[in-house]
Every structure is written in structure tokens, then in C-alpha cells.
């Protein structure tokens, strides 16, 4: 079960998300510096606030992932908050 405020538990990956996803990846190829040889996400968690941040695995070619911070508010807006590079399939998705 979920704490209000805190974040879910580990979930597959929907059709949302993955909309919510590719929305960002323009943002996230611009922050990295470098397209992304694949961009397939893979789980997230989520957290509601006044709206919805995910928190998101994504597999960006070989064995390289990233974790995505993406906010969408109330009205549908999407924004790429803050990302971590240099992830594994191991690490484990963690609020940042």
C-alpha cells in the first residue's frame, strides 16, 4: 500500500507511460547530448502531488539505462524534471 505523498510500488510499464515518455524523450536527448540508440521504458513508480510524477527505467541502448523524473500536471502538461544517467537494469527505481 501506498503512503499519501510517497511513492508506489514497482510497476509495468503502460501505454500512458510510455506516451508520458516519449513526450520527454526530445528533452532528455538534448540534456544527454546524444540521441538515444533505443528508448524503451521499462518500469516505473509514481507519486501523486498536485498532479503526477513518474519515475521511470528506461533502457537507452546496450546496457545503459536511465531514470527519468517526469511531472504531469493537472491539465495533461508533461515535463522532464531531473534524470539519472550511468543506471543499470539492476538499480532499483528510487525517488530523486
Do not use: W
Not at 75 to 96: C, M, T
Amino acid at each position: 500500500m501506498t503512503l499519501c505523498g510517497g511513492t508506489s510500488d514497482v510497476k509495468a510499464i503502460t501505454e500512458e507511460v510510455t506516451a508520458v515518455c516519449n513526450k520527454v524523450k526530445p528533452d532528455l536527448e538534448a540534456k544527454l547530448g546524444v540521441a538515444c540508440a533505443s528508448f524503451e521504458p521499462k518500469s516505473y513508480k509514481s507519486q501523486v502531488v498536485a498532479g503526477t510524477n513518474y519515475f521511470v527505467k528506461v533502457h537507452v541502448g546496450d546496457d545503459k539505462h536511465v531514470h527519468l523524473r517526469i511531472y504531469k500536471d493537472l491539465q495533461g502538461n508533461v515535463e522532464l524534471h531531473s534524470h539519472q544517467a550511468d543506471k543499470s537494469h539492476e538499480d532499483p527505481i528510487e525517488y530523486f
